[in-house]
């Protein structure tokens, strides 16, 4: 009966897909990739939340790009290729940007380390008197 | 003295104090380009504001990148709206009359603006010496990784982007990055 119902599910997920609008699914995957895309005029906005004409125009170039069969990461290679890293919203994890991942991580537990050495000094027995 | 104290604290301040030493000595609006040393984007526009002889080239003809190679390019993006492109419009349009006969070609791009402004535009500055084009969609703009105007291009003679200009220029600069790669293509 369960497997009924994900197959059921899965077919209509499917074929909302299909009819979905060449259009529709187009304007998603602009939308998927302005949104990862800093805007160059703005503080801290990506292209697709910005309101600016040149984000504007970024998102056209985006839509063209996917249009004429590039891929996502292909698009955003265009943009760096231009822009540098910087038009990444996300920076990649790799080189010095791996300081911002891996700075919370070491920081939080530092913290704990720090918390379990002062709890352990608190609870303590005293050996002598 | 606690040594071991001492080292945690050194451990701690140390780094905070390096990150802050790279972030404030730093300017926060400098974004480096990818750009210089790499090939220009090519570019074909159009014509709106024809600039003066010998120097002219009539409106609706068709500025190329490819019919520029052998030559410095000066592309200069600018806006009729822009402040600080009428602190560099008068340097730019003297140094482009400068070098008639060089082989140098100044073209000025206007950026998100309507041709008609930028025209009234130069009329108020008093003229510019070198044609202006159109760049619809801002297609050439984001070619070139444009954040904002005004902002200056210098190619070298082989279609390379040698050096991008934020901000106006002055004339030593032009001068200079000019003069230096006239000398480069000569070679």
């Known amino acids: 009966m369960i497997r009924v119902l994900v197959a059921l599910l899965f077919a209509g997920v499917a074929s909302a897909q299909q009819m979905m609008p060449a259009d529709s699914i187009l304007e998603a995957r602009t939308a998927e990739v302005a949104s990862q895309l800093r805007c160059p005029v703005c503080q801290g906005l990506s292209i697709q939340d910005s309101p600016s004409e040149l984000s504007q125009q970024m998102r056209a170039v985006v839509k063209d790009q996917l249009r004429a069969g590039k891929t996502p990461e292909e698009v955003k290679a265009y943009f760096i290729s231009k822009y540098g890293e910087w038009i990444l919203l996300e920076p990649k994890a790799h080189g010095f940007n791996l300081l911002v991942y891996a700075l919370p991580v070491i920081l939080i537990a530092a913290g704990l380390g720090v918390i379990v050495l002062a709890v352990r000094k608190w609870t303590q027995t005293p050996t002598s008197t | 003295m606690n040594w071991k104290r001492a080292g945690i604290a050194a451990l701690c301040v140390v780094p905070l104090i390096i ?37 002219a080239r009539a409106p609706g003809d068709t500025v190329k990148l490819a019919d520029l ?119």
């Open chain 2, 19 to 55: 990150l802050f030493g790279y972030g404030l000595t730093r300017d926060p609006k400098e974004i480096p380009s990818p750009l210089p040393g790499h090939d220009a984007s090519p570019f074909a526009l159009t014509v709106f504001a024809p600039g003066q002889a010998p120097l």
């Open chain 2, 69 to 187: 190679k052998g030559q410095v390019v000066v592309l200069n993006f600018w806006a009729s709206w822009c402040l600080s492109c009428r602190d560099e419009h008068q340097i730019l349009s003297q140094t482009a009359l400068d070098y008639v006969g060089k082989p140098v070609h100044f073209v000025g791009v206007l950026y998100n603006d309507e041709p008609a402004n930028g025209t009234k535009w130069i009329e108020q500055m008093g003229g510019q010496s070198y044609p202006s084009v159109t760049d619809p969609g801002a297609r050439t703009a984001i070619d070139y990784g444009l954040y904002g105007v005004p902002e200056t291009y210098f190619l070298d003679a082989n279609g390379r982007i040698a050096y991008k200009a934020t901000g106006p220029v002055n004339e030593r600069i032009i001068r200079y990055l000019v003069d230096s790669l006239m000398a480069v293509a000569a070679k």
